[in-house]
């Protein structure tokens, strides 16, 4: 079956809509997820991620983030947590395309695990690292 | 912690043995985290109700792209 590790802007996208680019082609991802055609993967740091969007961007309460992040793991099982191994590849990847050691993380783990990273930000796109909601759908022939 | 004898096709210990070292973890490391995987999949209803409240929870966000939401979050946080 087909794996693939999916970011939070990706995630965001699962649910929430207005003004969302590739909105079709995310939710065609997550409702293949859904029916087990594929599994979408995600590690600890969407966790974090998606609750600091939660918090400092969209004010939810408190109870709101908890809720939302046990349906994430709900949804895509528990998140994967980076190896040394994984850690060290993402600091060469920093380094190679001038990116955070965040941003990196990302790359490293889809690396390590040998699946493709699907992400909606540019920065991981245009660095060759990621592939959008778009391509991902259009490979996979979701839509 | 128990030790147990368990029996594998040799092909399947051959590609947990590959895909152990490749995570830089012990084959009995990576047999836990299988079949804790395993245990904790989801029921296709929980997974749907998970969604539901999930879109619920989103409705009155408001407009945004959650891509630069993302980024900006991305930028600030470190």
Known sequence: ?143 | MSKVMISLPEDLLRRLDSEARKRSMTRSGLLAAALQRELARRDPDAVAAAIARSEQRFRTAGSFEAADLVRADRDTAH
């Open chain 1, 1 to 143: 079956m087909t794996t693939l590790l999916v970011d939070t802007s990706v995630l965001l996208k699962w649910f929430h809509g207005s003004g969302e680019a590739e909105l079709a082609e995310a939710r065609a991802i997550r409702d293949a997820h859904q029916r087990g055609d594929l599994e979408a993967r995600i590690i600890d740091l969407a966790m974090y991620e998606v609750g600091n969007v939660l918090l400092t961007r969209l004010r939810w309460t408190a109870s709101d983030i908890a809720g939302q992040l046990d349906d994430l793991v709900s949804i895509c099982g528990t998140p994967l947590v980076a190896t040394s191994g994984w850690l060290r590849d993402a600091a060469i990847l920093g380094e190679t395309h001038q990116l955070s050691f965040y941003d990196a993380a990302w790359a490293a783990s889809a690396r390590g695990l040998g699946i493709p990273l699907v992400s909606a930000d540019a920065k991981l796109i245009a660095a060759g690292l990621a592939e959008s909601p778009a391509v991902t759908a259009r490979r996979l022939r979701l839509r």
